[in-house]
């Protein structure tokens, strides 16, 4: 049997993988991470309701770059977050706050991630979102 | 009350002169082949004679923090000494097969992708010691990278005063609207680094900024 590492690399095989913010809004930042890696590392491109605080966005940087090299195959990664344009006025702000207080983190924005043998790009511009793969 | 007046004028032109002498760090910080060498050697030169480190054409030829002492900027009479900290451009993806694509031998890429890997994670690390930093864009690239904004938000939420540099406005292709429409609440500077062009705009924004460390 292949190891998955040997995997990475190709097209054939990955997976879309949808993560609901509950699966991470209990973890501390490095469960987040390591949780986020491994499911990039499997191969998957991951979907995240939600978005990682910029510290955490960051670390997540560091880790991947601490990865390349001594996981084969692995590049580093892509990631965009989708979220608000930040222009909702004061009101607007405040009612976000509230809600996500409540929630316990930006449920509104989306934070796509996927293993850089696989994804090319995210290309983006305020109103689109591009998602190149590999060929 | 007259030698309260007094002892204030005293204590705040005390507190201006020892806070003038305190070196200020001053971070480059951005995506890899932006400027930010070419700026912090503009800046350098200019007030040293000497550069701070080397520039290229290949991707991540800054690969560990570069630093310059006392850098001395003086701007309209008055002025501020500056610890000039160049750092590693932040990237999410490093392949050493890019850098074979400028003639660089294989085992020379892994090398220096390597490195380039360690130099993020330095770069990252030393966002908490700067008092104020300037973002280094290529005006000529895309502004809506999540690294830029990554970077920005690790600066707003350590409380660190921000100016946007958006570099290379002698090319063609620059277009520095694009730049302020993507990060509306900061300060853009358009300049180039590489001619020297409309750096006294850029020293005015640094001097207003200095003000705001805290």
């Known amino acids: 049997m292949k190891k998955k590492s040997e995997n990475l690399g190709r097209i054939k095989g990955f997976s879309i993988q949808f993560l609901p913010y509950s699966e991470i809004r209990d973890l501390n930042s490095n469960e987040r991470i390591r949780k986020i890696l491994k499911i990039v590392l499997g191969n998957n491109i991951l979907i995240l309701q939600g978005k990682l605080t910029a510290e955490e966005e960051a670390r997540l940087i560091g880790d991947t770059m601490a990865m390349i090299g001594y996981v084969k195959n692995f590049k580093g990664i892509e990631l965009a977050v989708i979220s608000g344009n930040g222009n909702e006025g004061f009101f607007g702000r405040m009612k976000k706050g509230i809600v996500n207080s409540l929630s316990g983190g930006d449920l509104g924005a989306i934070t796509i991630i996927g293993p850089a043998t696989i994804v090319k790009e995210i290309k983006r511009n305020p109103k689109k979102i591009e998602l190149l793969l590999n060929r | ?214």
């Not at chain 2, 050493?96 to 003639?103: A, D, P, T």
């Not at chain 2, 690390?125 to 990278?145: F, G, H, Q, R």
Request: proline fraction near 3%; charge should be positive.
């Open chain 2, 1 to 214: 009350m007259v030698i309260k007046i007094f002892r204030n004028f005293f204590k705040r032109i005390f507190s201006n002169i020892f806070k003038n002498k305190k070196e200020i760090k001053l971070g480059f910080y951005g995506p890899p082949n932006a400027g930010k060498t070419s700026l912090a050697n503009r800046i350098c030169k200019d007030f040293t004679g000497e550069e701070i480190g080397k520039v290229s054409k290949i991707p991540h030829e800054t690969r560990s923090i570069q630093f310059k002492e006392r850098v001395e900027i003086n701007y309209k009479g008055k002025t501020i000494i500056f610890k000039m900290i160049d750092t590693p451009g932040i990237a999410t993806r490093i392949d050493y097969e890019k850098f074979l694509k400028y003639k660089i031998k294989k085992k020379e890429a892994k090398k220096r992708a390597k490195e380039a890997t360690q130099g993020v994670i330095e770069s990252i690390k030393w966002l908490d010691d700067m008092d104020l930093v300037v973002i280094v864009l290529d005006s000529t690239e895309n502004p809506y990278n999540q690294v830029n904004i990554t970077i920005i938000g690790n600066l707003v939420a350590r409380k660190i005063p921000v100016l946007i540099v958006a570099n290379k406005v002698d090319l063609k292709k620059s277009d520095i609207k694009k730049i302020e429409a993507a990060f509306p609440e900061y300060e853009v500077v358009g300049i180039s680094a590489k001619y020297g062009k409309n750096l006294e705009e850029f020293y005015e924004s640094i001097f207003k900024l200095s003000k705001k460390i805290k």
